[in-house]
């Protein structure tokens, strides 16, 4: 009888890939991902649960556009540069924060994001 791999030992496997390639960072296909967790398929309940687990136990997995998955240790965050608000928002802006008044179509604009993409996020929930 075929048995699956539990979610911590997926982990355990993606943790033991990224060791041995001595990379920080890497991306899986889901046939990898499959292929470690003794699956054909990658359900959306299973990868909910491998991505929980997967913080617990220190690795950062985020699904990316491709389909593929982007893996992480926890633990390279912690040399991250820090952003301050106050050097990167103005004084204007930090007051609208606070007061949950900030115009969020004007951050949206900033950044890029477009109507169409927004209505597609809607859509995938």
Do not use: C, W
Request: aromatic share 2%.
């Amino acid at each position: 009888m075929h048995r699956y791999r539990t979610h911590a030992d997926t982990i355990t496997l993606m943790r033991l890939m990224l060791h041995r390639a001595g990379q920080t960072r890497a991306r899986l296909s889901r046939k990898t991902v499959a292929r470690l967790a003794g699956r054909k398929r990658l359900r959306s309940g299973f990868l909910a649960q491998l991505i929980d687990v997967g913080l617990e136990e220190g690795l950062m997995i985020v699904e990316l556009d491709t389909g593929a998955f982007g893996v992480m240790p926890v633990s390279s965050l912690a040399g991250a540069k820090t952003i301050l608000a106050k050097n990167v928002l103005s004084a204007e802006e930090r007051r609208a924060v606070l007061k949950n008044t900030i115009d969020m179509d004007a951050v949206a604009e900033e950044l890029g994001d477009t109507e169409e993409e927004e209505e597609d996020d809607v859509e995938d929930d």
